[in-house]
Structure formats: C-alpha cells, structure tokens
C-alpha cells in the first residue's frame, strides 16, 4: 500500500499555498503562494497537468487560511487520464506538425477549463476536449477558451 508523503506546513502568515512534492529529492517545494485562494488553485491545476503530461506523479498539498491558522484543505483526487491516440495527418502534412498542432489545440482549451475553475479532469472530459480539437481549427479552440475565460472572470 503506498502512502502519501506528509506536507510540512508553510511558514509565516497563514495565506493560500500550493506545494508540490518531488519524489527524486523526496522533498517539498513552494509552488505558489497568494492572499487569495483562486490564483494559487489556477497554479495548482496548471502545474497538475503539466507534471502529469510529462508522465511524472502529481502529489500536491494545499494549505490555507482557517480561523487565522493553517489548515491543510483536501486536493482532488489522483485520477488517470486515459491516452487517445491523435488523429492521423491529413494527406500532405507532416506527422509532426499535425501533431504538434493538435497538442497545442488540446493544451489550449485545456488552460481555458482550468482558467474556467476545473482543475483536475475526469477521462471523460479528456475524451470531449480530444473530441473538441479533432473537430476544431486553431482559431476555433482560442475562441473557446477565450469563452471560458471570460465567464471566469464574471464569477
């Protein structure tokens, strides 16, 4: 049974951090800090994503505010995301860009949803942004996230 390395608390004034755990220094590491509880939960669900895609383990911790102490608040779950292969290049594009584009498509809205508030997706999700860059231009995905962004920033 594997158990979950335990975060030491922040120093300092109690105020919103994000830490991450390395495995290979088997340390924790600040990996952003804030007054507000949003920005940190942005750079939470961004540096998510990013550890996952480089297909290293994501073990995170956040600490706030509570009563004017620390308290350590609960992260979404680890969850799999399950790999869809991309499509094929359309006759005469190089695989390698066809690739690269649909990665920065997926990477796009995927910043979007996460600016949008939702963190830590589901493999159902994946499959529909997968499903979203398929079908979708360049133009087309900014335009979106754009969307998404926006209504964020109304709430």
Do not use: C
Request: charged share 25%.
């Amino acid at each position: 049974m594997e158990s979950r390395p335990e975060s030491p608390r922040p120093q300092g004034a109690p105020r919103w951090v994000a830490m991450f755990h390395r495995p290979a220094a088997d340390s924790w590491q600040t990996a952003a800090e804030s007054p507000h509880r949003t920005p940190v939960l942005h750079a939470l669900g961004e540096m998510t994503q990013t550890l996952r895609a480089r297909g290293e383990e994501a073990t995170v911790a956040l600490w706030g505010p509570k009563d004017g102490a620390w308290h350590r608040f609960d992260t979404p779950l680890k969850q799999t995301v399950v790999s869809q292969p991309n499509p094929e290049p359309s006759p005469g594009e190089p695989a390698t860009l066809a690739e690269r584009m649909t990665g920065r498509r997926h990477q796009v809205l995927i910043a979007g949803l996460t600016k949008a508030g939702l963190y830590d997706l589901t493999p159902e999700d994946d499959t529909t942004v997968r499903a979203l860059v398929d079908r979708l231009d360049e133009a087309a995905v900014r335009r979106v996230a754009h969307w998404l962004a926006t209504a964020a920033g109304a709430r």
